[in-house]
T-cell receptor, first 113, second 116 residues
Framework: AQSVTQLDSQVPVFEEAPVELRCNYSSSVSVYLFWYVQYPNQGLQLLLK??????LVKGINGFEAEFNKSQTSFHLRKPSVHISDTAEYFC???????????FGAGTTVTVRA | KAGVTQTPRYLIKTRGQQVTLSCSPI?????VSWYQQTPGQGLQFLFEYFSETQRNKGNFPGRFSGRQFSNSRSEMNVSTLELGDSALYLC???????????????FGPGTRLTVL
């Protein structure tokens, strides 16, 4: 089975400042890793994914993440946030052989002017 | 291309009743997965259907069931509702496909179920 721990439940940040959201996972099998964003009253939108290959993954809206196999981490970063980045962010993992996603508890990012 | 559609968007039921939620996947997608989102338990996987067959199942009681039709539309049913079933129920669709291949899952806006 796979599990995900998001180390920060809430992250307040000022507009144009950088942000990092931390995610650790555990699994006994090969995995795919994901970051999703959820805006109020909406479903989940995929920000980026790691399947294989380069450990630095770039996604939409200026986000990027780095896969670190030795530390079993997949931290999300953005060098300069906007007010519109205020949302909840979920790290997720799936075994590479199925479609079941296991999610972390989520990190609420609040961007202030 | 239209996105994943879930109906109804909001639902209020009382304890003991049953409820059926519907999910219409993106055209051409054959896999539909269901998730429950609550403040206490977060996002939890319920089950996945592919070509009308349940391919994977999470740790939920038998009160939670689902099915998929030949047009890939899926329904989930919860019988004998409990207060703790109040949640946002999300469905996600993808092309599905062979194990070991990746196909992005696209999520619908969810159905907000309130049990009184």
């Amino acid at each position: 089975a796979q599990s995900v721990t998001q180390l920060d439940s809430q992250v307040p940040v000022f507009e144009e400042a950088p942000v990092e959201l931390r995610c650790n996972y555990s699994s006994s099998v090969s995995v795919y890793l994901f970051w999703y964003v959820q805006y109020p009253n909406q479903g989940l939108q995929l920000l980026l994914k790691y399947l294989s290959g380069s450990t630095l993954v770039k996604g939409i809206n200026g986000f990027e993440a780095e896969f670190n196999k030795s530390q079993t981490s997949f931290h999300l970063r953005k060098p300069s946030v906007h007010i519109s980045d205020t949302a909840e962010y979920f790290c997720a993992v799936s075994a590479s052989h199925d479609y079941k996603l296991s999610f972390g508890a989520g990190t609420t990012v609040t961007v202030r002017a | 291309k239209a996105g994943v559609t879930q109906t109804p968007r909001y639902l209020i039921k009382t304890r003991g009743q049953q409820v059926t939620l519907s999910c219409s996947p993106i055209s051409g997608h054959r896999s539909v997965s269901w998730y429950q989102q609550t403040p206490g338990q977060g996002l939890q996987f319920l089950f996945e259907y592919f070509s009308e067959t349940q391919r994977n199942k999470g740790n939920f009681p038998g009160r939670f069931s689902g099915r998929q039709f030949s047009n890939s539309r899926s329904e989930m049913n919860v019988s004998t509702l409990e207060l703790g079933d109040s949640a946002l129920y999300l469905c996600a669709s993808s092309y599905g496909g062979l194990a070991g291949t990746y196909n992005e899952q696209f999520f619908g806006p969810g159905t907000r179920l309130t049990v009184l």
